[in-house]
């Protein structure tokens, strides 16, 4: 009898462990753009899908030019600030968005590539 009762619960806590496991693996990874309605998802959607990709997994262009992933790594540039730069300035492809969007929409670009995209 004892060993049921054991039994049951160690079932119970498995399920709980799993059923966790399972909703923290969702995340960053499932994290849809297309979905969202965040404001810095509306914003990827007009701004950057165009070379991105809708979902950030980026893509290689007719002529061989890489577009990189902002989701899945290396990431070449590392940091707040190289991400700030590179998007504000853009280069080697990517177009300067500094013109375009305001440095606190930038700055919130680049929270949503570290937080919402890289992890
Ligand atoms: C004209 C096409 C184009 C558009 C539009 C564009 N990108 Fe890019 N992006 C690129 C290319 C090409 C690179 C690679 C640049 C390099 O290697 O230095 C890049 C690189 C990046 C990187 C660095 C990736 C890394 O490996 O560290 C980030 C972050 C990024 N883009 C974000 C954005 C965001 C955010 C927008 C919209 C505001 C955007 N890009 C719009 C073409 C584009």
């Given at each position: 009898?004892?060993?049921?009762?054991?039994?049951?619960?160690?079932?119970v806590?498995?399920?709980?462990?799993?059923?966790?496991?399972?909703c923290?693996?969702?995340?960053?990874?499932?994290y849809?753009?297309?979905?969202?309605?965040?404001?810095?998802?509306?914003?990827?959607?007009?701004?950057?899908?165009?070379?991105?990709?809708?979902?950030?997994?980026?893509?290689?262009?007719?002529?061989?030019?890489?577009?990189?992933?902002l989701?899945?790594?290396?990431?070449k540039?590392?940091?707040d600030?190289?991400?700030?730069?590179?998007?504000?300035?853009g280069?080697?492809g990517?177009?300067?968005?500094?013109?375009?969007?305001?440095?606190?929409?930038?700055?919130?670009?680049?929270?949503?590539?570290?937080?919402?995209?890289?992890?």
């Amino acid at each position: 009898m004892r060993l049921m009762v054991l039994a049951k619960v160690t079932a119970v806590s498995l399920f709980s462990i799993a059923l966790f496991a399972a909703c923290n693996a969702g995340g960053a990874a499932n994290y849809s753009i297309k979905e969202s309605r965040d404001y810095e998802a509306s914003m990827f959607r007009q701004n950057c899908a165009i070379c991105h990709g809708p979902e950030a997994e980026g893509r290689t262009l007719a002529d061989g030019r890489v577009i990189p992933n902002l989701r899945v790594g290396p990431h070449k540039y590392a940091t707040d600030e190289q991400i700030y730069q590179h998007i504000s300035e853009g280069g080697n492809g990517m177009v300067p968005f500094r013109g375009q969007l305001s440095d606190r929409e930038i700055k919130m670009l680049v929270k949503f590539v570290q937080e919402k995209l890289r992890k």
